[in-house]
């Protein structure tokens, strides 16, 4: 490729091009570190019988993804 690159005098790049918006990656990683979260926060209130309903899971991981987001601990855990 290089060689053929060079012989058009075009340089070769390689490039990684999101399938998405930055913006949608950002969510899923924050939904994805809240769910972690959560999922543990979860298990220890079923342990003590404090179990929250799945519309309230829900609320619970939409608010503490955007705090992820707004903390900006994506990519690191809390």
């Known amino acids: 490729m290089e060689e053929a690159g060079a012989a058009l005098g075009c340089g070769l790049v390689y490039a990684l091009i999101p399938e998405t918006t930055i913006?949608?990656?950002?969510?899923?990683?924050?939904?994805?570190?809240?769910?972690?979260?959560?999922?543990?926060?979860?298990?220890?209130?079923?342990?003590?019988?404090?179990?929250?309903?799945?519309?309230?899971?829900?609320?619970?991981?939409?608010?503490y993804a955007e705090g992820v987001i707004a903390r900006n601990t994506l990519w690191r855990p809390e």
């Open 23 to 63: 913006d949608d990656i950002v969510r899923r990683q924050a939904t994805e570190a809240a769910s972690d979260r959560l999922r543990y926060v979860g298990t220890t209130s079923a342990l003590e019988a404090q179990e929250v309903d799945a519309d309230a899971r829900a609320e619970q991981l939409t608010e």
